[in-house]
C-alpha cells in the first residue's frame, strides 16, 4: 500500500526539481543569445554597424532585463527550496512536528552532552488510546485531523519557560515523544501528567454531530543515564514503560524500571 506522507513528500521534491530545470533552462536561453552576439560580431565586426540604434538599444535592453530575471528567479527559488528541502528532512508531514530521524539525531547530541555536562534527561514515549476507534468510526481523513489536532495540543501542553529545550516530535501512526533536556525521571511525570489530562479533555468536531472526546494517552518514561546510555536502549525502555500504561487499562504513565516505580496511574 502507497504512504500518503511518502507520496506527498515525492510530490513536493518533484515540484522543486521542475523549479530548477525551468531555472536552468533560463540560463541556457542566456547563453545561447549570448554566444549567437559574439559569434555574429566574430564573423562580421560591422554587424553591429547594420543595426539602427533603436535596434541595438532594444537587444541590449533585452538581455539586460533576461540576465536580471535570471538572477533574481534563481535567488528566490534557491531560498525557497533550500527551506522546502529542510523541512522535508526535519518536519513530519502531517503535523509539522519533528520526525522520527530528526528525534534520533536530537537524541544522539543529547546524550553527549548530558555526557559531558553530567546531566540526566527524559524521554516521553506516548501512544494514543482508542485512536484506532477513530479511523473505523469516522475513516482515515478524520483520523489526520484528530492526529494534527492532538499535536498542537501537544505542543501547546509542552510550552514553558524551557520550551525551545524541549524536542516534540511524531514517531508515526499515533505515537509520539517528546525529549526533555535537564529533566529527571520525576520531573517528566510532571509534564507526562499534565499530558494524559488533557488528552482526557481532548474533543474534536470531525463530522456535523460527531465529537471525538474518548481518547486517552499512555506515556512510557526512560531517564538518562539510568537507563541506559545509548538513544536505542533509552528509546526501547521507554517503549516497554509506554506499553506497561497501556496494559494497565491506558490513561496511564509507567517508568522504565531504574526510574522509579514501575506504574503510576493519573487519577
Known sequence: MDDPVLNSDQVNLDHITRRFRRVFRLMNAL????????????????????????????????????????????RKTGAEDISQIRRLVIYDNLTSLYNSQYLKLRIEEEIKRSERYKHAFSLLYMDLDRFKRVNDEFGHKAGDEVLVAVAETLRRTCRGPDMLSRVLGRLGGDEFLIMLPETDAPGAHVLAGR????????????????????????IGISCYPKDGQSRDVLVEEADQAMYKAKKAGGCAIALAPNSGAASLNVT
Open 195 to 218: 499530558i494524559v489530562q488533557r488528552i482526557r479533555e481532548f474533543r474534536l468536531e470531525v463530522k456535523p454531530g460527531r465529537i471525538v472526546d474518548f481518547l486517552g494517552i499512555s
Open 31 to 74: 547563453i545561447v543569445l549570448l554566444a549567437l552576439w559574439l559569434i555574429g560580431r566574430a564573423i562580421k565586426p560591422t554587424l553591429l554597424d547594420e543595426f539602427d540604434k533603436v535596434g541595438l538599444w532594444f537587444m541590449t535592453g533585452a538581455l539586460i532585463i533576461l540576465a536580471g530575471i535570471h538572477s533574481y528567479y534563481l
